[in-house]
């Protein structure tokens, strides 16, 4: 409980600074492989002519994942865990440094792919929004309730690949509402673009509300 | 480091008893979804005619899993985490007494889906299987290394979705064995049965040797 108070004001201190910038931040959690990556490459395309967009990723290892952000002509940052099962808020508090706040709209924490830890730890975002891809089957929400609990967001990923996998959308739908009733539920393909619009009418204007409290560059 | 030598020490326990017993015991770990209850379904319906199988399953919550393999026929315990993100040894000793370990060739620790923790937990077991669902991409070698370096096989499955998850096959094998150059790389699909004696060719001889060692049942 310590180390998690400890976090908690990390996050706070992180929440306050993004605050203060007008950039709104979105932690992306979800299982190894769901699609996190292919997602935000896909979500950085969509909308990186209206707003300055930012990556932080988190991996155990490797720096793949940042390199491919970078590709995509984004700042990214690659946070290597060397181990660990999540992210903290001190390890995105100590590389903010690398990234200039105040020239970032948007700013993207994909976080390790973990069903599990990731949602113990707030970073300081001011949405978590999780990916569970078809593939894995629509019986996770039972049985890994703390990140459907947590998100208030659920995008259903690779929707391409439904019918083969055998997911019943409405099964996870009502299971993940059961904790959460709230959730928004958004299906949708990265590799089709089905889904995409709705997913970005989502984000929009969470990203604008944000900067209109800090900045008012939006507010006309 | 006290966790874990306090967990090794239980592990060692369990695995004097597993082999005193003649029960040959595989923790069969993966990420969320990667099909470990498919598999276990299948693998059991292959072998139940001449083993007796037991299966120990691992969730944070619910006991569908368990419910699946005895519905299959063969004993289930359900372990259930309540949060935590892997089995350890001392969770799985203390649920040991409800299956009589005597009347079993071979049982099946299916660990919580979890690509990273499982790994540093010895449970008693003599193998450790990891699976790797193509679906989940070609590139988890590189980001979670220790899991494929402790495994002593390596399932890549849902092998039917290999072409739509552009998985590479050879990338994936090579970069596994960087860390673990004699895994046994052994792709399949469970469900449309492609691989499965090869599998199932891979188990066979391992129980049959703990056996032999323990109870001379298959000596002759």
């Known amino acids: 409980m310590d180390l998690l108070a400890a976090n908690d004001a990390v996050a706070r201190h992180n929440r306050a600074l993004f605050q203060r910038h007008g950039v709104y931040v979105v932690n992306v959690m979800s299982g190894p492989g769901a699609g ?14 209206r707003y300055r967009i930012g990556v932080i990723e988190g991996d155990l290892h490797t720096d793949v994942d940042a390199a491919r ?7 990214a940052i690659q946070i290597n865990t060397e181990g660990a099962c999540h992210l903290t808020a001190e390890g995105v508090h100590t590389r903010l440094g690398e990234l200039d706040l105040g020239a970032l709209d948007l700013l993207f924490v994909e976080n390790v792919g973990n069903l ?35 998100a208030t967001a659920l995008l259903i990923t690779k929707t391409d690949l439904m019918d083969p996998s055998r997911f019943d959308l409405q099964q996870a739908t009502q299971a993940s509402r059961a904790y959460n009733k709230d959730l928004s539920v958004i299906p949708l393909s990265a590799v089709t673009g089905v889904g995409m619009a709705d997913w970005v009418a989502w984000l929009e204007p969470r990203c604008r509300a944000v900067d209109r409290g800090a900045r008012g560059k939006w507010a006309s």
Chains 1, 2 share one sequence.
């Not at 996190?36 to 002519?49: G, Q, Y």
């Not at 952000?69 to 700042?75: D, E, I, W, Y």
């Not at 730890?121 to 569970?132: A, I, T, Y």
């Open 69 to 75: 952000l970078r590709a995509r002509g984004v700042p």
């Open 116 to 150: 599990v830890c990731p949602a113990e730890f707030d970073l300081g975002e001011q949405d978590r929004v999780m990916l569970l891809s078809v593939t894995e089957g629509d019986d996770k929400p039972l049985k890994y309730p703390l990140m459907f609990h947590k």
């Open 36 to 49: 996190k990556t292919t997602l935000l490459e896909a979500t950085v395309d969509a909308l990186r002519a």
